[in-house]
C-alpha cells in the first residue's frame, strides 16, 4: 500500500534529526578511535568505590583548562570514551602508567562527547580506625602548601603551620575520616604530619542535587602538626597508631607490636616478581620473629601467580597473568599475630 505521508518512524532508527545526528557521530567516532597515538588500554574501577578495575580501551590527551587554553602538564591528563554512553564521572578512579588517577573535573552533562578530567594521585591516607582496622585510600594533594611560616616568640620556637587540600574519592573507606584526624606524609626516614581541621572535610559536592548519597569526591583541609615518635609509626606512615590502642581487633596489630611489609606497594605487573620480607617492629624497633606463609581465600587460578616461601620472613610471587576480578591473599601467620596481605595482579603496566 503506497503512503500518502512518510511514516513517523522505523522501529530500530533514529526518529528525529537529533537522534540520526548523534547515531552518526557514535558510528564516526568508533570508526576511527582506535587510529591515534593516543589510544591506549588503561583500568577503569569496575564499579565506583569497589577498588577492583577492568581494561578500558580510551584516548588519553595532554591536560587542558577549558577556560584558558592552558596545558596542565603530566599531572593532569584528558580520558576521551569511545561509547557515548560510558558511564564515568566525578571522583572516578582509574590506573596506568604506575598511577592511580582521580576525577576531578567533567565536561559530560548535556555534552556530545564523553570525557572526565584526571588528576594523578600523587600520596596515599593510610589511617587506622577506631577499631583497629588498616585502611588507605590514593590521593591528590595540592602542590602549594598555603601560609607556612615560622611563628616567632622569646625563644623563636618553630611551631607547625600551613596548609592544603586533599582530594579523594568519597566512599565508605574516607566516609570514616573524622575532623581532627591527622595523617603522616613524605618518606620513612622524613617524614610530616598533618591534620584534619575541625571542619575541614567537604564531603557536600553531590552530583545530583536531591540525591543526599550521589557525593563522589572528598576534600579535606589539612593544617601542619607535629609528627610524634612515641604514638605515630613513621616506618609505615601511619599517624597516632599507637595512641589509645591498648589491643587492636586488626589481625596485623597485637598492642604496640605492627608487622611491617616491604615493599609497601601491593601491587605487581604482568611478567613481573616481588620478594616481600615481613617482621615485627615496636614502634620503629625490629624485632625478631618468624612467620608461616599460606594463600587464603582467594579466589585467584594459580596458573596467574606463582607463590613460594623463601624463609621465615620472606616469600616470592611471580604474576604470570594478570587478573583483575581477585587480589591474591597471603596470610602471614606468626606466633604474636597475623596480617592477610593483598596482592593485585596487574596487567603490563
Known amino acids: 500500500m503506497a503512503y500518502k505521508y512518510l511514516p513517523l518512524g522505523v522501529p530500530g532508527y533514529p526518529s528525529t534529526p537529533k537522534e540520526e545526528l548523534i547515531d552518526s557521530f557514535q558510528a564516526n567516532l568508533s570508526e576511527y578511535f582506535s587510529v591515534a597515538t593516543s589510544h591506549q588500554t588503561i583500568q577503569e574501577e569496575v564499579t565506583f568505590g569497589s577498588n577492583t578495575y577492568k581494561n578500558i580501551n580510551v584516548r588519553v590527551n595532554r591536560g587542558i583548562n577549558s577556560s584558558t587554553g592552558e596545558k596542565r602538564g603530566d599531572d593532569y591528563k584528558n580520558i576521551l570514551f569511545e561509547d557515548l554512553t560510558h558511564a564515568s564521572g566525578l571522583g572516578w578512579k582509574y590506573y596506568f602508567d604506575s598511577n592511580y588517577w582521580l576525577v576531578t573535573f567533567t565536561e559530560i552533562v548535556k555534552s556530545l562527547g564523553n570525557a572526565n578530567m584526571v588528576r594523578r594521585c600523587n600520596e596515599i591516607l593510610r589511617w587506622i580506625d577506631t577499631d583497629g582496622t588498616y585502611y588507605e585510600e590514593p ?43 591527622r595523617f603522616l606524609f613524605g618518606t620513612a626516614d622524613n617524614r610530616v604530619a598533618f591534620r584534619t581541621f575541625g571542619q575541614g572535610i567537604n564531603n557536600i559536592h553531590r552530583t545530583e542535587t536531591s540525591d543526599i548519597d550521589s557525593g563522589a569526591l572528598l576534600i579535606l583541609t589539612v593544617g601542619g602538626n607535629y609528627v610524634n615518635e612515641i604514638t605515630d609509626d613513621l616506618v609505615a606512615g601511619i599517624a597516632d597508631r599507637y595512641k589509645d590502642y591498648d589491643v587492636f581487633t586488626s589481625a596485623s596489630m597485637v598492642g604496640a607490636l605492627s608487622i611491617i611489609v616491604t615493599p609497601e606497594t601491593n601491587d605487581i605487573i604482568e611478567s613481573g616478581s616481588a620478594v616481600y620480607d615481613v617482621r615485627y617492629y615496636l614502634g620503629s624497633t625490629m624485632l625478631s620473629g618468624s612467620f608461616v606463609f599460606s594463600i587464603s581465600g582467594s579466589d585467584v587460578p594459580t596458573d596467574h601467580y606463582s607463590f613460594s616461601p623463601i624463609d621465615n620472613n620472606t616469600f616470592y610471587v611471580v604474576n604470570n597473568a594478570k587478573y583483575l576480578e581477585d587480589t591474591l591473599d597471603i596470610l602471614c601467620s606468626g606466633s604474636s599475630g597475623s596480617r592477610l596481605l593483598n596482592i593485585n595482579l596487574r596487567g603490563a603496566w
Do not use: H
Not at 156 to 176: A, H, M
Open 139 to 181: 590521593c591528590v594533594i595540592d602542590y602549594q602548601i598555603e601560609r607556612s611560616r615560622d611563628t616567632s616568640g622569646a625563644n623563636n620556637p618553630v611551631v607547625p603551620s600551613g596548609f592544603f587540600d586533599i582530594y579523594c574519592q568519597l566512599n565508605e573507606r574516607t566516609k570514616k575520616i573524622k575532623g581532627n584526624q
